[in-house]
């Protein structure tokens, strides 16, 4: 089973080209259209910048040797990884704050909301993004004072 919003393909330039044009032929045969604006090819190394915009060109499709969002995780630089994580503990920060003035009014609903929805927001996002556990610390803290 194969679902088309959680496609990913690895390989060299040329292989993901002949990738994209069987995508392209054969996908609408299967109910499958893709879309060069919801696709993203994530280049590991700068030097392969040209090449990948030379392979791809007029196909619409978005080329990063920074890294993106995919598939529930986030892939790329490390520095793109740890702006990305640390996007995500702001925006958990403030969630839990918002939280914490709910908890006033009704605390067990509060920590319901802590434990089985953001807490495991959080601790899947550790797990599958490696080596950001130290990006973690505002939201310790803000645990501890709220």
């Known amino acids: ?47 392969l910048m040209q090449s990948a915009q030379k392979f791809f060109r007029n196909q619409g499709i978005k080329i990063t040797d920074h890294g993106e969002y995919c598939l529930g995780s986030v892939m790329g630089t490390k520095s793109f990884k740890e702006q990305y994580t640390k996007n995500k503990v702001e925006g958990w920060v403030k969630n839990l704050e918002l939280l914490s003035k709910y908890a006033q009014d009704d605390p067990q609903a509060a920590y319901s909301a802590f434990t089985k929805g953001l807490c495991s927001r959080w601790t899947h996002f550790q797990r599958i993004v490696p080596d950001v556990n130290e990006l973690f610390e505002p939201l310790e803290n803000a645990i501890r004072i709220n």
């Open 1 to 47: 089973m194969w679902y088309e919003d959680d496609s990913s393909a690895v390989g060299s330039l040329a292989g993901m080209r002949k990738w994209w044009e069987y995508l392209k032929a054969k996908g609408p045969d299967f109910g499958y259209y893709p879309k060069p604006a919801k696709t993203i090819l994530i280049i590991k190394d700068n030097s």
